[in-house]
């Protein structure tokens, strides 16, 4: 299955299309913004480097969250209109899901949530082990320990080392954003649905009274 991945949710902008397990093209960026004037031009010297027309798509695979506000928007809007242009089916992953995924063991995908807090879950050779959520650093380290409970781990992410030195141990892996070949990847398991944020807390903008 031929699938092009998507990730805009956090800082940077990556684009892959795979051929099930193979990556047969993909191309990243670190942004703190301008996701919406990259995306599509990356999408389509991705798509060039790879020979392949967008007609050749089957499905398209874009990160919904946790992530800035404006960024997943960017992603999930071009994927849409992608999708609908093309006829095709289109999946939703997870930001934390697609850090994690491929990290074998024990990890961690954490997001720096700023505030004092993270967006994380646990994952076991990229299994869910909690659901995704936005804790304050010290819970998030409490819970990190609950579920390690003495056993390596893989901390991974922007958010990695705001708990790498509550958890000394831990195997530190930096990350600006998803990497859009495991969102490809996962796509391609996934059953097509609606393309919905995963918002784990209210925006910090506040309209004007």
């Given at each position: 299955m031929i699938v092009l991945g998507l990730d805009t949710c956090l800082a940077s902008c990556s684009v892959a299309v795979n051929d099930g397990e193979r990556v047969l093209a993909s191309a990243s960026?670190?942004?703190?913004?301008?996701?919406?004037?990259?995306?599509?031009?990356?999408?389509?010297?991705?798509?060039?480097?790879?020979?392949?027309?967008?007609?050749?798509?089957?499905?398209?695979?874009?990160?919904?969250?946790?992530?800035?506000?404006?960024?997943?928007?960017?992603?999930?809007?071009?994927?849409?209109?992608?999708?609908?242009?093309?006829?095709?089916p289109a999946c939703g992953i997870g930001t934390l899901e697609a850090l994690a995924a491929g990290v074998e063991g024990l990890a961690f995908a954490v997001i720096d949530a700023r505030r004092d807090q993270v967006y994380c879950q646990a994952f076991?050779?990229?299994?869910?082990l909690m659901a995704p959520d936005a804790l304050?650093?010290?819970?998030?380290?409490?819970?990190?320990?609950e579920i390690a409970m003495g056993r390596q781990l893989t901390l991974i992410g922007s958010g990695a080392p705001l708990l790498a030195s509550m958890v000394p141990t831990a195997r530190l892996v930096e990350a600006d954003g998803a990497d859009a070949r495991q969102v490809a990847r996962l796509a391609?398991?996934?059953?097509?649905?609606?393309?919905?944020?995963?918002?784990?807390?209210?925006?910090?903008?506040?309209?004007p009274a």
């Open positions: 960026e670190t942004m703190a913004r301008g996701h919406q004037e990259r995306l599509a031009p990356m999408a389509e010297a991705v798509m060039r480097k790879a020979y392949l027309p967008f007609q050749a798509l089957e499905r398209i695979g874009v990160t919904v969250g946790p992530g800035s506000f404006t960024g997943l928007r960017v992603g999930i809007a071009f994927a849409k209109g992608l999708a609908s242009s093309l006829s095709l076991e050779n990229s299994q869910a304050a650093i010290e819970t998030a380290a409490a819970r990190l320990a391609a398991l996934r059953t097509p649905g609606p393309l919905t944020p995963l918002y784990l807390r209210t925006p910090d903008a506040k309209l």
